[in-house]
T-cell receptor, first 116, second 114 residues
Framework: ELKVEQNPLFLSMQEGKNYTIYCNYS?????LYWYRQDPGKSLESLFV?????AVKQEGRLMASLDTKARLSTLHITAAVHDLSATYFC????????????????FGKGTHLIIQP | KAGVTQTPRYLIKTRGQQVTLSCSPI?????VSWYQQTPGQGLQFLFE???????NKGNFPGRFSGRQFSNSRSEMNVSTLELGDSALYLC?????????????FGPGTRLTVT
């Protein structure tokens, strides 16, 4: 059974600081996604990581994937209040199962609060 | 390009009733997946449809069912509702069920069971 673990689950930080959210998963996959969710809202796609060593950046967020370590990171640089949200990583196993995998498997999410 | 739409957005039902939720994927997307989100269990996969066929099913009881129509629109049905079925139900569409296509999520239907 695929397990996806995020840490930390809760993070309170000040504006201007840097921090990293970690996503570990238990089974081989080279497809990992990061999503953002604001309170009461749906999931917004942030990054799609499709190969070992993949690095994507958008504004103050940068995501990377190390498939050998089964680890993805989401790095926040010089945080601003608008980045306060819950961030989810999700692993996609569908390509490895001939269609028998269970869709996306999500981590529990990292609830990020950025204080002025 | 219109995004994924879900109807209704909010729903209140009583225990024992049944409910049908609808999802219209992004135009051209043939894969539709459903997820349940609760504070306790987080985001859990329900099922995925592609070309009117259920490809995958998550670990949910048979009370949860779904279908997909020829225009790729999908519905999910929950029969004999229980209090624990209160959740945000999210639909996601993608170009295909395999390959490198990411899933795009709809706004969700918030179901409250009383």
């Amino acid at each position: 059974e695929l397990k996806v673990e995020q840490n930390p689950l809760f993070l309170s930080m000040q504006e201007g600081k840097n921090y990293t959210i970690y996503c570990n998963y238990s089974t081989t996959s080279d497809r990992l996604y990061w999503y953002r969710q604001d309170p009461g809202k749906s999931l917004e796609s942030l990054f799609v990581l499709l190969s070992n060593g993949a690095v994507k950046q958008e504004g103050r967020l940068m995501a990377s994937l190390d498939t050998k370590a089964r680890l993805s990171t989401l790095h926040i640089t010089a945080a601003v209040h608008d980045l306060s949200a819950t961030y989810f990583c999700a692993v996609d196993m569908r390509a490895y199962s001939g269609g028998g995998a269970d869709g996306l498997t999500f981590g529990k999410g990292t609830h990020l609060i950025i204080q002025p | 390009k219109a995004g994924v739409t879900q109807t209704p957005r909010y729903l209140i039902k009583t225990r024992g009733q049944q409910v049908t939720l609808s999802c219209s994927p992004i135009s051209g997307h043939r894969s539709v997946s459903w997820y349940q989100q609760t504070p306790g269990q987080g985001l859990q996969f329900l099922f995925e449809y592609f070309s009117e066929t259920q490809r995958n099913k998550g670990n949910f009881p048979g009370r949860f069912s779904g279908r997909q129509f020829s225009n790729s629109r999908s519905e999910m049905n929950v029969s004999t509702l229980e209090l624990g079925d209160s959740a945000l139900y999210l639909c996601a569409s993608s170009l295909a069920w395999t390959g490198t296509y990411e899933q795009y999520f709809g706004p969700g239907t918030r179901l409250t069971v009383t």
